[in-house]
């Protein structure tokens, strides 16, 4: 099938307390976003959010809507935020093709009808989306890695020096309430989003890319007093609920995208947990 999508519900916390590896795994982890000349999607009931990826290579694939969504057009409802994972290629938004190396960004916006993911010249083409609810339309909006905002963070001794390139968010693009962006860790650094923070006002994803096959990263979830892993291969992601940390370590050095739904629109506005207070 070139259009895949499942469901998943929301979880109380209280519940997955009780959760054996399979079935965290089940509720949380999502292994299989990209297949060849398909597209694939996880609507979760986490603020809505579809995430989803393209991988187009005998020819271009359409993003046709869903029957969850009940419109006609994929976007008549929502807003869009597609990150490229893969060789340089393009996207045509409602007729106007649009250039996307790897690693860069773009916005669309809700109303727009028709978004074509088109397979690259040369390599592996993969595009990453994340999807959200929308009541306003905002315009088509391409960032690049000059445009958007950098931070350089962390050190070496710590294991954690990461260069964060926040992409789509609302000091760069206009949007309803999604929110992109990705963080790269540098050589010998294995750790992100350390300390530790949960933000109840809206829920995250996490794709893990740039890692070695032979390679893994264990993500660590749940509430801060009651916390669980996952193990996470190379263009994996991770449903984090407000409830939950959202935080890793990996056996090498890789990249992850982090795409944010919810009422606040607040980069920073998160409730941190010091490491020595994890359990």
């Not at 070496?156 to 964060?164: G, K, T």
């Not at 929110?179 to 300390?195: C, D, F, I, R, Y």
């Amino acid at each position: 099938m070139r259009m895949h999508y499942t469901v998943r519900h929301a979880i109380h916390p209280a519940d997955s307390k009780t959760y054996d590896t399979a079935k965290l795994r089940e509720a949380f982890l999502i292994e299989d976003l990209f297949q060849q000349d398909s597209i694939r999607m996880v609507y979760t009931l986490y603020d809505r959010l579809i995430i989803g990826g393209a991988q187009p290579a005998a020819g271009p694939l359409k993003l046709e809507t869903i029957p969850t969504l009940r419109s006609e057009n994929f976007l008549d409802r929502r807003e869009l935020g597609i990150i490229n994972i893969g060789a340089a290629s393009t996207v045509t938004v409602d007729g106007e093709t649009i250039s996307l190396d790897n690693k860069e960004a773009l916005y669309i916006g809700k109303g727009v009808k028709e978004v074509i993911f088109h397979p690259a010249a040369s390599g592996k083409t993969q595009f990453y989306f994340n999807s959200a609810p929308a009541h306003h339309a905002y315009p088509t909006k391409k960032v690049s890695l000059n445009e958007a905002e950098t931070v350089e963070t962390g050190a070496l001794e710590n294991s954690n020096h990461r260069i964060i390139r926040k992409l789509l968010i609302n000091s760069v693009v206009e949007t309803c309430q999604l929110q992109m962006g990705l963080t790269e860790l540098q050589k010998g650094s294995v750790w992100n989003t350390m300390p530790a923070h949960t933000h109840d006002r809206r829920m995250e994803a996490y794709l893990y890319f740039d890692l070695p096959e032979d390679q893994v990263v264990s993500h660590f979830m749940g509430e801060p007093q009651e916390t669980r892993h996952l193990f996470v291969k190379n263009t994996q992601a991770v449903i984090s609920p407000p409830w939950s940390i959202h935080s890793g370590a990996g056996t090498s050095n890789y990249s992850f995208i982090w795409g944010m739904a919810g009422e606040n629109l607040d980069y920073n506005d998160m409730d941190k947990v010091a490491p020595t207070d994890l359990k």
